[in-house]
């Protein structure tokens, strides 16, 4: 069982940065894929990014590119998006993920349905 712990998050003005962190215990992290998906009001829930922690390769969803970035901290056992350029269409609650069946390493894991594993959510909120 894998456990998830996100913190970070919090209101900014558009162009601004935020940084959310995950905490993920409870499995052989070098095994984890672990990302974020995030669910603005009135929509689908959609993926942002992910990282394989066996070998720290990156996945993002496009219109993200250039602007964030997922990383690791293996003394931490914390994954972290730092959020650069924000804009008012990323607000959303942002949720933690991760799967831990390695299917997830070489990329193509965008549905909610290919993460197990969610942590309860924290609220990105961009103004104008």
């Known amino acids: 069982q894998v456990q998830l712990v996100e913190s970070g998050g919090g209101s900014v003005q558009a162009g601004g940065s935020l940084r959310l962190s995950c905490a993920a215990s409870g499995y052989i992290y070098s095994r984890l894929s672990v990302g974020w998906f995030r669910q603005a009001p009135g929509k689908e829930r959609e993926g942002v990014a992910y990282?394989?922690?066996?070998?720290?390769?990156?996945y993002y969803v496009d219109s993200v590119k250039g602007r964030f970035t997922i990383s690791q901290d293996n003394a931490k056992n914390t994954v972290d998006l730092t959020m650069n350029s924000l804009k008012p269409e990323d607000t959303a609650m942002y949720y933690c993920?991760?799967?831990?069946?390695?299917?997830?390493?070489?990329?193509?894991?965008?549905?909610?349905?290919?993460?197990?594993?969610w942590g309860q959510g924290t609220q990105v909120t961009v103004s104008s």
């Open positions: 993920v991760a799967d831990a069946t390695l299917r997830c390493r070489y990329g193509g894991c965008w549905r909610p349905s290919d993460f197990a594993y």
């Open positions: 990282i394989y922690l066996g070998g720290g390769i990156t």
